[in-house]
């Protein structure tokens, strides 16, 4: 069982969305209600959001007003559920959500238990498009009754251990356990995809690897070359540092083991040298004009923790949360099916990780192709996370969702 929170400005939209009366979404005959907190019964997407509104205004003004919620228990776990089942399992996981304080090393708290049940919200249970795989949606007002904030810092985090503590108590695995428990199969099914080739070829492996079930995220650099993948199949997600043995299914790896796997009896397969690399600088990458690039190494209040791979290795971040809103908004994951792809790309292109050469700054007008890429010194980190997201639409180019519009 996993579970996602993000508190979010959109609001309107998200509630659209869940309750089936967004164009986006595919199937709205597969989305059932479940329950309402603190609503007036018969409400539509609209009145939901008036509702929430109202207590929105008695306060002080937040931001981000919504606080959006996903529940997905694995589908052996629920495949006789009625809806007061799913009620219940949604009462359960409240319960250890709103229970929760977050901590810093130091045992001092800097996130508070929340009161989503005190709080305006709505609850729907959605069929996945393809699989029909149920899972709960929610949306919450983040003012509660009493006009007070639910605390939005690290909201992933107290989503993700709610979700354990319920699947504990319930006797439940875990995503983490059931990772764990299929990772030799995901080695076994790589290894058999390299023996089956005859000759080496990432495409191929790629191919045969996805007529395994398996959906496969390239990771590439902005000279398009693959700096590692990841493996997903269900809700679990393998990177190829953790395949294989001594990490020799990496990107960088896999033709090496290939050879291995088809050396002659007897024979020792010649090992083929890396390719000469330019070292790569410790200084963050500037460029001629331009303000430094900050290592986001380290946290800081008002940030959250973001994983780049590549190469097989991941990479932890710090990202200022409101770096993330502008990305969230750019790439809709409602709206753009690449979005996971492009925020990755873009958040490189924040950190300085990559840099899109001479590339074109946006704005409007002509080409401003002979200006060094870049964060400007005038330039605020807002600007410079759109200017980010410009840049990785057009690098990879958005790939909108379809479906069925109402």
């Known amino acids: 069982m996993i579970a996602k929170a993000k508190s979010i400005s959109h609001g ?9 009366e967004s164009r986006n979404k595919k199937h709205p005959e597969r989305i059932y209600h ?10 539509d997407a609209t009145g939901i959001w008036d509702s929430m509104r109202l207590t929105l205004a008695k306060s002080r003004r937040v931001k981000n007003s919504v606080i959006r919620i996903e529940v997905s228990p694995a589908p052996e776990h629920t495949k006789d559920f ?17 229970n929760i304080e977050l901590c810093d090393k130091n045992g001092r708290t800097y996130s508070p238990k929340t009161n989503l049940r005190g709080s305006k919200g709505s609850i729907w249970l959605h069929e996945e498009s393809e699989s029909g795989v149920p899972h709960l949606h929610g949306a919450f007002c983040r003012i509660d009754g009493q006009g007070r904030v639910n605390n939005d810092h690290d909201i992933h985090l107290r989503a993700q251990r709610a979700a354990e503590r319920v699947a504990l108590k319930r006797g439940w695995t875990t995503a983490a356990e059931v990772r764990d428990t299929n990772i030799g199969q995901v080695n076994r099914d790589c290894m058999e995809a390299l023996q089956s080739l005859e000759s080496w070829s990432w495409d191929g492996y790629a191919a045969i690897l996805r007529s395994k079930g398996y959906d496969l995220w390239e990771l590439k650099d902005n000279r398009k070359v693959l700096r590692g993948y990841v493996l997903k199949k269900g809700n679990a997600r393998y990177k190829a540092s953790e395949l294989g043995r001594g990490r020799n299914l990496m990107a960088s790896r896999l033709e090496s083991t290939w050879r291995k796997l088809h050396a002659a009896p ?3 397969a010649v090992p083929t040298p890396p390719a000469a690399r330019k070292p790569v600088p410790a200084a963050p990458f500037r460029a001629q004009g331009t303000a430094p690039v900050p290592r986001y190494t380290d946290y800081r209040p008002g940030t959250i923790p973001y ?23 750019e790439f809709d994951y409602r709206e753009v099916a690449n979005h996971k792809e492009l925020t990755n790309l873009a958040v490189s292109l924040f950190i300085g990780m990559m840099s899109a050469q001479a590339a074109p700054s946006g704005g409007g007008g002509g080409s401003t192709g002979d200006m060094p890429w870049g964060r400007r010194e005038d330039e605020d980190e807002r600007e410079w996370a759109r200017r980010c997201a410009r840049e990785a639409a057009r690098m990879l180019g958005r790939k909108p969702k379809t479906g069925q519009k109402r």
Do not use: A, C, H, Q
């Open 307 to 329: 994983r780049i791979d590549i190469d097989g290795e991941s990479l932890r971040r710090f990202i200022p949360e409101r770096v993330m809103e502008v990305f969230d908004d």
């Open 12 to 20: 309107i939209n998200d509630i659209r969305y869940i309750t089936g």
């Open 34 to 43: 479940v329950k309402d907190n603190l609503l007036p019964p018969g409400l």
């Open 82 to 98: 009625t809806i007061d089942d799913w009620r219940k399992l949604w009462d359960d996981f409240i319960d250890e959500f709103d």
């Open 266 to 268: 007897g024979t020792k």
